[in-house]
């Protein structure tokens, strides 16, 4: 079975700040990864995901996240936030083959302040 | 091009009742997928559906939870009786189908239990 850790529950961060949300999986077998954004009362939203190739993934908004499968890591980047990047932020696998079923991690809070 | 509906969006009742929950799916979208989010979690796969055929519902609690996805179209997802512990937010996704296949969310629905 995989798991997904995402060990910051908040992210407090202040505009044009630099941040970086961490996620780190657990799997016996190959993954795809995601990062999903969540705004509040609505659905997920896809920020980018890996599937093979270049481990240095861009996505939309301006975020990036590279992987790294010596560390198991996926961690989601963006060089400058906006008040508007302050949601809820999920990292989630998947196995090849496995029914594209997601396994999300707890989520991390980002809240971006002036 | 609609995204993923559901409804209601609000729901509360008292324990021991019944509810439904509907979802619309993408047009086109031959996979869908009920998700439960309890506070402070991320969302934990219930039932996936391939066209009309349940594929997956090793995670849904078939003493009380059931689903249905006639002619392959919407879906209804329905407990009975409710507990206080399902109390969360339900949410519908929809993808083409396969492995690779983005997974698209609805707002889901945030269920009370009193």
């Known amino acids: 079975a995989q798991s997904v850790t995402q060990l910051d529950s908040q992210v407090p961060v202040f505009e044009e700040a630099p941040v970086e949300l961490r996620c780190n999986y657990s799997s016996s077998v190959s993954v795809y990864l995601f990062w999903y954004v969540q705004y509040p009362n609505q659905g997920l939203q896809l920020l980018l995901k890996y599937l093979s190739g270049s481990t240095l993934v861009k996505g939309i908004n301006g975020f990036e996240a590279e992987f790294n499968k010596s560390q198991t890591s996926f961690h989601l980047r963006k060089p400058s936030v906006h008040i508007s990047d302050t949601a809820e932020y999920f990292c989630?696998?998947?196995?090849?083959?496995?029914?594209?079923?997601?396994?999300f991690g707890t989520g991390t809070q980002l809240k971006v302040e002036l | 091009e609609a995204g993923v509906v559901q409804s209601p969006r609000y729901k509360i009742i008292e324990k021991k009742q019944p509810v439904a929950f509907w979802c619309n799916p993408i047009s086109g979208h031959n996979t869908l997928y009920w998700y439960l989010q309890n506070l402070g979690q991320g969302p934990e796969l219930l039932i996936r559906?391939?066209?009309?055929?349940?594929?997956?519902d090793s995670q849904l609690p078939k003493d009380r939870f059931s689903a249905e996805r006639l002619k392959g179209v919407d879906s209804t997802l329905k407990i009975q009786p409710a507990e206080l512990g399902d109390s969360a937010v339900y949410l519908c996704a929809s993808s083409l189908g396969g492995s690779q296949s983005e997974q698209f969310f609805g707002p889901g629905t945030r269920l009370t239990v009193l």
């Open positions: 989630a696998v998947s196995v090849p083959g496995g029914g594209n079923k997601l396994t």
């Open positions: 559906y391939e066209n009309e055929e349940a594929v997956d």
